[in-house]
């Protein structure tokens, strides 16, 4: 069968090495493999063997673990290699038993019983009956003695991750549905396995993250490109595979044929151009992030060094994994190049940059702010229905004098046209139409203090070249959010007048576990705050993955959201709010919301701000296309995401429900919350097209009365404490 496009050139800058001990791999992993029966053995009584021993051969997992594990020892190489031997198996189990014919109670009935083989207490009491559970047993026995409970907790949690999460592909595929890009990322992670894999990278190195700074933001990143590049490098090999001989539809080829309108061959090459992108901002991660943390959290030398080894083990594996991709049977890979180099690409005098990627990555930290003009605003798709709350007119008044008492209007960040115009009690009302004035007045105010700081902060940190300054500020918004409600700093400005005022009203009436839960919301806010300003410090425009990711937490979406969660008391376990549907519904209205903020305040951000950080910018930056096209890709994006809005409203959440058992007030209280997810985009749409704050007429005025810069005039030595 002709491929379906040629392979294109991957940036790989890190040479593949390969284990001594592969020999003994292969011998000790084939008997491994024939001793737990996953050697010519049928999948169900009469039907196809799922593995013979010459398949097994020539997919050769010990070659892959060598090349991906190149300095561990024998034993521990014998060890890896038979758990990348059982979760391949498991993955072709899977596909005879419950993939193909599409059995979604028979799937999620067999996944459960694999948890019986991970027990984070104790030994495995269940007795397996097939061998993917032999097999488990097995592996989780071996392994186990050697690790912390900290790593058994993370491991634990990753793998159950790769095997309840084969529910997703089963559920698309019954349904015939091809994800959309920011979905398919986001659950390719699970599914795919490659978090489970940075588990057993600290099995094979011999070095694990201190669990102190295991679940940060840097080494998330690490862990989250790692995971894209593994899992988008096998979509492109195993397209051929998946998609023209299985009838899978779980491949980003496929997704970006679709979502982009293009042919394969384009897809193909787009999907490379991600995979470049997620590989460099791994790097950038680990030379810009890295030592930021250590110093953060105090690490000890040792623990750095950990650290450390633990990223060379991830790199190890991008390059390692790549070669057994090109060399492995089980994939597209004709004409590869395997000399053991930089696959493709110019060669000779002068053209090192090229095979580096250097082109591409260069033209991220080279953006100028320039005119783009008034925004010609698209349709957007906005099925749910506006509500407006009537108590809104005394809204207005009440949110505008408590700015003015803070001070808001007295430091050069804005006038009171500014403030009244903004309207953010217009919002508030759309959001909570049923609110009572008390809750509509906070709210109001909550979103007049958290715009005046989406406005402050990047006077004072986006142009300058203080990696401190910005996280000093974080630091010190944090201290006026104290669990007591008492022990805090005494406010010097009206950013911490706002926040200490609203902090104790919003925060001392709720129950202990809710005020930790809420000042986490405000701290995710303000350190993705402190992650805008890194970039802008760089002039380093992000990759669409870590943008996306990002801007959920800059746009303050889970305050306002944990708000709503708090007002169902205790109806709705934690443990419902945390798992992947719900978390999925929440970011499919963050995002939405999200993009139309960025597709408004384009001009304002790129012409008026030259800001980097927006959705618009970021496409047309990576797709290397116009503001227009760039504008309906972004909303062809927030289509997407309002449809898996409502198909996982319809769908996953009774489901979810179903599930965990609720009663029907306990549904109803869902189905609430729900409401007000939808009432949150459309109020947040609403307040878009009514708000003086992206208007040109604004811009040029703000512009003439403000500029750039840090603000002047009587008042603002407060406010530029925090400036370097």
Known sequence: ??????????????????????????????????????????????????????????????????????????????????????????????????????????????????????????????TPTNPVEAGLKDLWERTIPMMSQEWKVRFIESTLNLLVECMWEIINIDEGRVANPIDYIEMRRKVGGAPWSANLVEVAVGAEVPDVVARTRPMRVLRDTFADGVHLRNDVFSYQREVEEEGENANMILVLERALGCTTQEAAEATNDLISSRMQQFEHTVFTELPILFDRYGLRPDERMATLVYARGLQDWQSGGHEWHMRSSRYMNEGADTSGWVPGGPTGLGTLGARFGFPGRFHRFTHTPHAVGPTSLPEFTM?????????????????????????????????????????????????????????????????????????????????????????????????????????????VNAYERGLADLWVRTALPM?????????????????????????????????????????????????????????????????????????????????????????????????????????????????????????????????????????????????????????????????????????????????????????????VRARGAHGFGLPTGFGTSAVRMFAP
């Open 383 to 491: 099925p749910f229905t506006l509500t407006v709350n009537p108590l809104v007119d005394n809204a207005r008044r009440h949110y505008a004098d408590w700015g003015r008492a803070m001070g808001m209007t007295s430091e050069g960040v804005w006038t009171d046209q500014q403030l009244v115009g903004f309207d953010f009690a217009v919002c508030s009302a759309g959001i909570d139409p049923d609110a009572t004035q008390d809750e509509l007045d906070l709210s109001s105010e909550w979103l007049t203090w958290g715009t005046y700081g989406d406005d402050l902060f990047p006077r004072l940190f986006f142009r300058s070249p203080d990696p401190a300054g910005p996280r000093a500020f974080a630091e010190r918004s944090k201290e006026f959010t104290p669990l007591d409600c008492v022990t805090m700093p005494t406010p």
């Open 511 to 699: 129950p202990d576990r809710h005020r930790a839960q809420f000042r986490q919301a405000v701290s995710a806010m303000l350190d993705a705050w402190v992650w805008e300003a890194d970039c802008h410090q760089q002039n380093r425009i992000p990759d669409p993955v870590d943008y996306i990711e990002m801007r959920r937490g800059s746009f303050g979406a889970d305050l306002t959201m944990s708000l709503a969660r708090f007002s169902r008391g205790d109806l709705i376990p934690d443990e419902f709010y945390a798992t992947s549907q719900l978390r999925g519904l929440e970011n499919s209205a963050v995002d939405q919301a999200c993009f139309l903020n960025d597709i408004f305040s384009y001009q304002k951000e790129i012409e008026f701000e030259g800001e980097l950080l927006n959705m618009v910018l970021v496409v047309q930056n990576f797709l290397n296309c116009s503001k227009g096209q760039a504008v309906g890709i972004v909303n062809d994006l927030m289509t997407e995401r309002v449809e898996q809005f409502i198909r996982t409203r319809d769908h996953e959440i009774p489901a979810l429900c179903e599930e965990f058992g609720f009663s029907a007030e306990q549904r109803a209280a869902v189905d609430g919350y729900v409401r007000e997810l939808e009432d949150w985009m459309a109020a947040i749409l609403n307040w878009h097209r009514l708000t003086i704050r992206y208007g040109q007429a604004e811009l």
């Open 1 to 126: 069968m002709p491929q379906p496009f040629e392979l294109p050139e991957f940036y790989m800058v890190h040479p593949a090495r390969l284990n001594p001990n592969l020999e003994g791999a292969r011998v000790h992993t084939r008997k491994w493999a024939r001793d737990f029966d996953m050697i010519d053995t049928p999948a169900f009584a009469g039907g196809e063997i799922i593995w013979s021993e010459a398949k097994l051969e020539a997919m050769d997992y010990a070659l892959l673990c060598a090349y991906t594990h190149p300095e561990c020892s024998g034993e521990i190489l014998n060890l890896v290699t038979d758990w990348y031997v059982w979760v391949f198996f498991f993955d072709d189990h899977f596909l005879e038993l419950y993939k193909k014919p599409k059995d979604i109670k028979g799937a999620k009935k067999y996944l459960d019983g694999l948890r019986e083989f991970m027990p984070l207490h104790g030994e495995i009491t269940a």
